[in-house]
């Protein structure tokens, strides 16, 4: 009998993507789908914070409970592989080079650690995700940028770019399977082309000329990285009414001690002109960072009070071993940064509302799922969209007229 093997994803798009890649080389044994009935648990793992790294090793102890073997892949493989190896907690672990083999390891009777190849580029690609409307497409991998409390550039390393022509074939071939929006990902997107003498702003007025895709959403960019060439794109019809932007902090002071590009002054340009083409912005924050005094994150209040941010993915600091913040002594207590984290999580939170009830467009919605008796979808400026039908409106394109604004999302009735 086939053995049966469970994949759990945990963490970012890429991710979701790498799982995919997974799953499609999984060919001699039977893929399910709950930990119940498999004998092979494949943990896809997230170390991009301290809680990432809890939220693996606890499913991790608990998949051990129930006797199942483990094996650990992902961007925790490369950081904390060695370490659940040698506790007994894991039977191998893979680095992200080496997931197209996972056939093979699988089949592996003797405990392994394959930590693989930092500069490898991805050479498969995904033809169906059957779980998702949308397609996710990695476009590129690693970061260069060094910020001071991130260890990503150690698990995923130097920033390189996939091979366009490959990006464009798996585009064509999954608008042809029905896909019509398209999701850009990578560990730090906006760098797409700086090794190939290209550009993401390129490479997305090429994919959009691809018969059958309809919006194209965007992952996290850097602030440095929106130049002319790409903002030139910002009125083009396909292109998802939302950016996410990631600041991670709106006082001057404090990004340089996170030893970040951006620099607030024009940061705070760049989203009042993006904001200004009907934009909805969102972005990332961090609340807590070793150095936050009060004085610095008063400035940043207020700051942060001027930035037309409608969707917000805040984070309390987290401290990562091996990373410069680590090392610095001026913390701030946790109760402190999660009471920051509220402050800027309700600012956002009434942006949101105003900015939806000042919309005067239709919503343009791509319907996801059914959940109770509602139909949920994102419009294009990535708000949810509740909607009331008889119709079954999965993977369908709805143009909304009339909705109500409600403090959590929008509800409409077709
Ligand atoms: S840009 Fe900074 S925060 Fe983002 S992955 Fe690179 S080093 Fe980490």
Redesign the pocket.
């Known amino acids: 009998m086939r053995k049966r093997v469970f994949l759990k994803t945990f963490g970012c798009r890429t991710n979701i993507y790498d799982s995919n890649i997974m799953l499609q080389n999984i060919k001699d044994f039977d893929i399910v789908d709950c930990e119940e009935d498999a004998d092979i648990i494949v943990v896809n793992s997230c170390t991009v914070t301290n809680g990432a790294d809890s939220s693996a090793r606890s499913y991790i102890n608990s998949v051990n409970k129930m006797g199942k073997k483990v094996i650990l892949a992902g961007c925790g493989a490369i950081s904390k592989g060695d370490e659940l190896l040698k506790s007994d907690k894991i039977f191998g672990y893979f680095g992200h080079s080496e997931k197209s083999k996972i056939n093979q390891l699988l089949k592996s009777d003797k405990k392994f650690a394959q930590k693989g190849d930092l500069s490898f580029v991805d050479s498969d690609v995904v033809e169906d995700f059957s779980s998702y409307t949308k397609a996710f497409i990695k476009i590129q991998e690693g ?5 001071s ?5 150690m698990v ?1 390393g130097r920033a390189r770019s996939m091979d366009e022509k490959r990006i464009l074939a798996q585009i064509e071939k999954l608008a042809l399977n029905g896909y019509g929006e398209f999701v850009l990902s990578g ?2 997107l906006g760098s797409y082309g700086k090794d190939t003498n290209s550009s993401i702003a390129k490479l997305l007025k090429k994919i959009s000329q691809i018969k059958g895709v309809k919006r194209i959403r965007l992952g ?1 960019l ?1 602030p440095v990285q929106i130049d002319d060439e790409f903002k030139e794109l910002l009125d083009e019809s396909w292109i998802e009414k939302h950016l996410h932007i ?1 600041l ?1 902090h709106t006082s001057e002071k404090m990004l340089r001690i996170m030893r ?1 590009r951006n620099i607030l002054k024009d940061d705070l340009n760049l989203f009042e002109l993006i904001a200004d083409k009907g934009f909805s912005l969102g972005t990332d924050f961090i609340t807590g960072h070793p150095g936050e005094s009060e004085q610095i994150w008063s400035e940043a209040l207020k700051n942060f009070k001027s930035f037309p941010i409608t969707h917000l993915h805040a984070f309390t600091f987290s401290k990562r071993d091996h990373t410069h913040s680590a090392t610095i002594k001026e913390t701030v207590a946790g109760d402190i940064a999660k009471e920051r984290l509220k402050i800027l999580e309700e600012i956002v939170k009434n942006n949101n509302f105003k900015f939806r009830k000042d919309i005067k467009k239709p919503l343009l919605v791509l319907v996801e799922e059914s959940r109770g008796e509602n139909q949920v979808g994102y419009d294009q400026f990535f708000n949810k969209v509740y909607i009331k039908s008889d119709l079954d409106l999965k993977k369908e394109w709805i143009s909304v007229e009339e909705f109500e604004v409600k403090m959590d999302a929008n509800y409409a009735r077709l």
């Open positions: 970061c260069d940028f060094n910020c409390y991130c260890i990503i550039p995923r560990t730090n996290s850097e990631a991670q970040r």
